[in-house]
Each structure stands twice: as C-alpha cells, then as structure tokens.
C-alpha cells in the first residue's frame, strides 16, 4: 500500500488542531437543575453556542501569496450552512459539540478554490466559534476564527497550502434557524 508521509503528517496536523480547539474548551457543561448549579456553583455552567442553521455575510481578503491565480476581487458574498448535532439537546451539547455543514464561497475570485463544499464548526464556549471548510483533505483547508456578536460572528480566515495562502476577516450574521 503506498502512503504519502506528507499527507499523513497533514491528517495529524488537522486532528491535532482540532483536538486542541475542543480540549481548551472542554470545560463540562452541568445541566440546570443540576446539584452543582443549586449549590451556587454557576461559575462552572459554560453555554454553548447552538451554530445550527444558515450564515450569510461575506469574507474579505486582506492578503495572499504565490497562489494558483492571482485575486480578482477583495470581498465576496458567504453562506454556510451547519447541521444540528445529532440527539443533542440541551443537557447534552456542550462547547465540543460539532456541527457538519456546507459552505457557498466563491475563493476562486481570491486565487484558489476548495476540493468539497464541506465543513464542520463549533462552539468554543458562548463566545466564539471556530469551523474548517474543506475538512476532509490532508491541505488545503480554511480555517475561521470569529467571536458572536448578538446573531453576528466577526473575525479571521486563514487558507495555507504549499508554497502559499491567502487570509483576511469576515462578517456573517444567522439568517434562519435551522
């Protein structure tokens, strides 16, 4: 069987990022009328975020380099799209809950395009969130990184491939529920 060491290195690399983003915020979450929360212990009750349902805003590029095609355009429209998880309800989501979902972005007008209109997003906490678009290969991935403001998530993308990449911020807001 003939194994790319490269691309195994890369699956590591994802799987130890994401293993990283949901350790940190693995704080557990304690249902309401839990004996801890009675005991005015709230200070350990962390809420996460339900990201389910669909996103729209756009993502601006700040900055790219050596990429397949040079940008044609520094902002283009966004949509993603999360999935519910599973059986999760209240008492069981919690900061690592991840959602499955799609993604319509146009990067090629930013010099590169995704192999899959894939992605998975979480919840770090009820502050942030953080997703991968593109999750299934070994390079090649966006990463976004955004802190919720009301129905609104702002922050940073970041796209690395090799020799190059492409980064910049973003804006989206929840259009629907579900």
């Known amino acids: 069987m003939n194994h790319d060491p ?9 799987t130890a990022i994401l293993s990283a ?7 557990a979450q304690i249902p309401p009328d839990s004996s801890a929360a009675t005991r005015g212990n709230a200070s350990t009750i962390v809420a996460a975020r339900d990201i389910s349902g669909t996103w ?18 520094r902002s283009v429209a966004a949509r993603l799209r999360f999935g519910p998880v599973g059986d999760a309800t209240p008492t ?3 900061a690592r809950s991840v959602h ?16 899959t209109r894939e992605s998975l997003g979480w919840s770090v906490g009820a502050d942030s969130m953080h997703a991968m678009l593109n999750p299934t290969v070994g390079h090649g991935q ?3 990184h955004g802190a919720f403001r ?4 702002s922050g940073t993308w970041r796209y690395a ?7 910049g911020t973003f804006e989206i807001r929840k259009t629907s529920p579900r």
């Open 6 to 14: 490269r691309r195994l290195i890369n699956r590591l690399l994802v």
């Open 21 to 27: 983003s949901l350790h940190r915020s693995s704080v």
């Open 56 to 73: 729209e805003g756009t993502f601006k590029l700040d900055s790219a380099w050596q990429l397949p095609e040079r940008a044609s355009a």
């Open 92 to 94: 069981t989501s919690s």
């Open 100 to 115: 499955a979902g799609t993604f319509e972005i146009d990067f090629s007008r930013f010099g590169f395009t995704l192999s």
């Open 142 to 144: 966006v990463e976004i």
């Open 150 to 153: 009301g129905d609104a998530v």
């Open 161 to 167: 491939t090799d020799p190059g990449g492409a980064r």
